[in-house]
């Protein structure tokens, strides 16, 4: 029973269909063996019994018929007659002894009288004919001695007995093979239809877990198999109810969350747009007066009055940071920055970076300090400067006591760069938002001095660019610790930098072309190109341009034109149709005070140069000087 529990349960054998079978034809195979051994035993003990009949009725014929022969000493009349029981009866011998004990007369196989047991032999008393026999027993104490004349043995042949049981066996082990079939045969059919069903069910189940809850299964509801059945529609309705009342939550909650969507990306494209808007109504006056604070700058001889004109253009940079920072979040925005990694040495970096800061530090008699860092790192070192620039400035920005730490610790296949303060620290609450647009914690009165907070926003944007992790951990009145990993590099591919030569002097016969729809603009660039010696020409539109450049007979050599222009128009036009009234690629720059993402990214998908509004005048003499110089390269070749 134990081998039966341990294989029913094993998953390993096969089907369902096996286990019923094995389950139906074990009772019935031993039920069935039970009964034909009853009805064997019963048959052989039957044949048993007829055969010691037959001996006994044997025995006491011969002993009635023997007497004459015996006691008139004819012994061949005695062996006929023995001889005549064993063919009628079927014995296997006969056989004569006197009374005391000697064989008289043997007939028969003497080898079988010796296999025989006393089951299958039989005596009988020979008396003379008056001589009475008790209870029809033989029974020499009840016989007299002189009324015996002797004994009479017979045996039934043992080949009978054999080929009786062997035939009864065969036919019982034909019953129980017949029966069995049957069985098996009923049981498997039986069987098949039980597995059918349930293969059925389980092939339902199965479409029902792969995710098709319109199947239902297909039998009568009666029996245990009906009910397990009716059982799995039931589960699969309500999983189809259940599934269905969450598809329209689902879409319901997703079309609320794709309504709040639009609302959030028309909020926050209005804002772009404001932002622009702003961005660049603001800049054209800011620009402006630049170039003016630039003109007056060098034709000024008085020293009060440098003084104060060192202050307006302290202050026009300034304003110029802030727009700046606007500038760098639109142009990451708009994906036009580009990450360029290279093998560079850390502790150079850093060095020029304690250069730049130092002064700041001391100022709020804050300690900056370096610590050494002998890695080759693998980046962009502009942006990874700009990342810690950031962070250094943020640091110093919020920090009154103590100082900033900036530190490195090397990895497996990375170093940590970290800059830590001991400023104010920002609660754990806080820490994801500071990572947004114009959040500053400490500066609820919007002090302009503090940034307009997006230094940070700048680094978080910067850090996904270049696909390097950015850390915070802070401890509110103890400090923060900011902290940037970055692949390592390797010292053999750190290439040399070579020093950048310095601008040459602009050519005396240049002719610039300047378009912009700003009258101010145009004085204060007038007034620029004049200290630099150089021959402009000034235009509102391209119609304008186009017009004094015929009366003047004359291709610029470079034109400048603002990107946003009236009656629709934008400095690509103007500069795509003077390029095609004269027939050739004239050197050309962009400026606009336009910080939009989609702004930054036409101009740049068009390929010419921009500068921001309010440009610094070094900057873009030098960008004039190296197109001119690049542009007339081949002539002076």
């Not at 995710?211 to 397990?228: F, H, S, W, Y």
């Not at 007034?527 to 539109?541: G, K, P």
């Amino acid at each position: 029973m134990t081998f039966l529990r341990t294989w029913l349960h094993r998953p390993s054998h096969s089907s369902i269909r096996s286990r019923v079978l094995l389950i139906a034809l074990l009772p019935a195979l031993l039920a069935e063996s039970g009964m034909v051994a009853y009805f064997t035993s019963q048959t052989l003990a039957t044949a048993e019994n007829a055969l010691h009949a037959r001996a006994t009725s044997a025995a006491r014929h011969l002993a009635e018929t023997l007497p004459y022969a015996l006691v008139s000493g004819n012994t061949t009349l005695a062996r006929q007659l023995l001889e005549t029981e064993m063919r009628n009866s079927q014995l296997a011998f006969a056989r004569v002894t006197s009374p005391q004990g000697h064989t008289l007369i043997d007939t028969g196989n003497t080898h079988e009288d010796a296999r025989l047991n006393h089951r299958y032999r039989e005596r009988a008393a020979i008396l003379l004919p008056d001589t009475v026999i008790q209870d029809n027993t033989l029974s020499r104490t009840h016989t007299a001695a002189h009324d015996l004349l002797g004994e009479v043995e017979v045996g039934v042949k043992l080949d009978q007995i054999a080929t009786f049981e062997h035939d009864t066996l065969i036919h019982a082990a034909f019953l129980m093979l017949l029966a069995l079939a049957l069985t098996g045969a009923l049981v498997w059919r039986l069987s098949n239809r039980l597995a059918g069903q349930l293969q059925h069910v389980g092939h339902v189940v199965e479409m029902l877990a792969s995710n098709d809850l319109t199947v239902r299964t297909r039998l009568p509801p009666e029996g245990e198999v009906g009910a397990l059945a009716a059982g799995v529609n039931n589960m699969a309705e309500a999983l189809q109810t259940h599934r269905s009342e969450l598809e329209r939550r689902i879409r319901e909650a997703t079309a609320d969350l794709a309504a709040k969507k639009d609302m959030a990306e028309r909020a926050n494209q209005a804002k772009s747009r404001f932002f622009a808007a702003a961005s660049h109504d603001l800049r054209q006056p800011l620009h402006a007066l630049s170039l003016f604070v630039a003109a007056l700058k060098v034709r000024n001889q008085q020293v009060e009055a440098q003084i104060l004109i060192d202050n307006i253009e302290a202050s026009t940079a300034a304003m110029e940071l802030l727009f700046n920072a606007l500038l760098d979040i639109s142009r990451l925005d708009a994906g036009v920055i580009e990450a360029h990694p290279e093998h560079f040495s850390l502790q150079k970096m850093l060095h020029d970076l304690e250069q730049q800061f130092s002064a700041l530090a001391a100022e709020k008699q804050l300690r900056l300090r370096f610590r050494p860092c002998d890695f080759t790192l693998y980046s962009d070192p502009l942006l990874i400067e700009r990342i810690l620039a950031n962070l250094i400035t943020n640091a110093i920005r919020y920090t009154d006591d103590g100082g900033v730490l900036v530190a490195c610790r090397c990895h497996d296949r990375s170093v940590r760069l970290s800059v830590i303060d001991t400023g104010r620290g920002i609660p754990s609450d806080q820490q994801k938002s500071v990572f947004q647009e114009f959040v500053q914690l400490h500066n609820p009165a919007r002090d302009r001095t503090k940034g307009l907070g997006l230094g940070l926003a700048i680094v978080s944007r910067l850090g996904r660019l270049l696909g390097h992790r950015i850390d915070l951990r802070s401890w509110p009145d103890h400090g923060s610790a900011f902290s940037i990993e970055v692949p390592r590099g390797d010292a053999r591919l750190v290439q040399a930098t070579s020093p950048a030569n310095a601008p040459g002097p602009i050519p005396a016969d240049v002719l610039v072309l300047l378009v912009d729809d700003e009258n101010a603009i145009l004085r204060g660039m007038t007034e620029l190109f004049d200290n630099w010696n150089i021959d402009l020409v000034t235009a509102h539109s391209t119609d304008e341009a186009e017009h004094w450049l015929d009366s003047l007979g004359r291709v610029p050599d470079v034109i400048v034109s603002d990107y946003r222009l009236p009656d629709d128009a934008d400095g690509i036009e103007v500069i795509t149709r003077l390029r095609k009234k004269f027939g050739r690629d004239i050197p050309a720059i962009l400026v606009t005070g336009d910080t939009a993402p989609e702004t930054i990214l036409r101009i740049s998908q068009a390929g010419f140069p921009l500068l921001h509004k309010p440009l610094r005048p070094a900057k873009l003499r030098a960008l004039l000087t190296h197109l001119i110089q690049q542009a007339r390269a081949p002539a002076m070749g």
